[in-house]
């Protein structure tokens, strides 16, 4: 039972700490272009590939 003095708070930390991440990157413009990301795979740039 004393195991669970433990393993709750830190299971609530866990969560909310995974909360804070996700807003952060929420507002930091992670999330600002996803299809044009996907498009971007599909574009056969030379200027996009590595110097060989």
């Known amino acids: 039972m004393n195991i669970l ?28 272009d996803p299809a044009g990301d996907a498009a971007r795979i599909l574009v056969d740039d030379p200027e996009d590939r590595p110097a060989p």
């Open 5 to 32: 003095m433990f393993l709750a708070p830190f299971s609530l930390g866990l969560g909310l700490m995974a909360v804070a991440a996700f807003w952060w990157s929420l507002r930091n413009g992670q999330y600002d």
